[in-house]
């Protein structure tokens, strides 16, 4: 009766692996019995309101991300009280993502949803997995707030990989000036093309991506259809079709930014070509790891840019592989981020004087809780504090940036007007101001106009 009635949370840190891996599991559990499909859902941003509804009856096993988990799950857990009730489950794939500041929100939005399990008289066991770090453990335990036990055995598929380093040609002797590495990495994808190889190309950049899918479309044979870019502003339907097509081996060549890092299913991918140190040997690795998936052989290049840094990596190649990759690390007891999410946990549940939080004792959390007295967020009557504010504190509190507006971009087609793609409010203040050319799938567009939640964008050529 326990497996009939248990559930189970899995939290992904993108939309893109959310949905990839659905369809994984909707695969899985059609062999063990076709009814269980019925009770795997995705619920984001992206799922349709008319569904919600039918979502939080029957949903045993909720995919979903920590923005949804935020925003609209927690603050109406009285619309999931059947789920939380059965919850005994809670898995987090791409660990290594909750780090910094993100990782910190993670960790108090995780303290927020085992009150809300608690309240419901449960304790879910939690199931996490990351690529490799250095200190998963150490991560674990801050992230869940409790002690955790560490399998490291990797027994995944993978076959042998030819790692290489590569510093782009000198061109001016007398400066030291060496050819772009983005112009070199091109060429290096282009003949990887030439010879059918399916891979991608990592750079640093969303513009990047645009201006290195013109200047490989422009040296290729190859169709446009079989070099495409892949970035954060695409919209959902078009990521699909690139992942989709990238599985299936209609695309050959992918231009991207880490926003491939992550663990989606693209296929036998046979190499990876890299534009400059992305930041870290994680992330290194991490982008290296995306080919020889299974058990065939495959290439990473690494090319090295004009950084000072890269061009020591260049000269002790060495280094990369020898060298541990870092430690990821969290501050779930930032005051900001604490008293953000203090606000959110208030209007889910009351506290009591003798509540804790995470790893804050009553004491010190009662404290905490006197500051938002005193900012009119909450009340304290007796032994209890109760939220009275009138505004809703989740969507006030963005766990990636400071606004999480996005705007939506709409090309003018005529009289028409056509979503194209979106973007953050922040980037767009640079991006896709009145009079900026912006760079989508290749095509060039002028910003005509911008509003709170809208950039209208027009191709040059037809104005």
Known sequence: ?????????YLFPTKALTYDQHQNLLRLLKEIDPDF??????????????????YRRQARLLMTNPDM?????????????????NLRFVVLD???????????HIANLLCRLKRIASFYGVTPTFLMTSATIANPRELSESLIQSQVICIDEDGSPHGVQHFITYNPPIIHPEFGIRRSATAESIDLVNDLLQHNVQSILFVRSRRSVETALIELRAKSLSSRQSIRGYRSGYLPKERREIEAGLRNGEIKTVIATNALELG?????LEAVVMVGYPGSIAALRQQAGRAGRRDNTSLAVFV???????????QNPSYLQSHSPERALVNPNNPLILLSHLRCAAFELPFTDTDTFGNLSAQTLAEYLLVLCQMGYITQSGRSFFWIADQ???QTVSLRSANAQNILLQSIQG?????????DYTSSLWMTHPGAIYIHEGETYEVIRSEEHTSELQSPNTI
């Open 1 to 9: 009766m326990l497996f009939r009635s248990a559930c189970a949370l």
């Open 37 to 54: 499909q019925n009770i795997c859902v995705v619920y984001d941003g992206d799922t349709p309101t008319s569904q919600r509804s039918a």
């Open 69 to 85: 988990l935020h925003t609209a799950i927690l603050p109406h857990h009285t619309q999931w009280a059947q789920f939380f009730q």
């Open 94 to 104: 791409e660990l290594h993502t909750y780090r910094g500041v993100f990782g910190s």
């Open 264 to 268: 989606i299913d693209i296929g036998d």
């Open 304 to 314: 090295a840019s004009a950084n000072p840094l890269d061009q020591y990596l260049a």
């Open 392 to 394: 809703y504190p989740a």
């Open 415 to 423: 009289q028409k007007r056509i979503t194209i793609g979106e973007i």
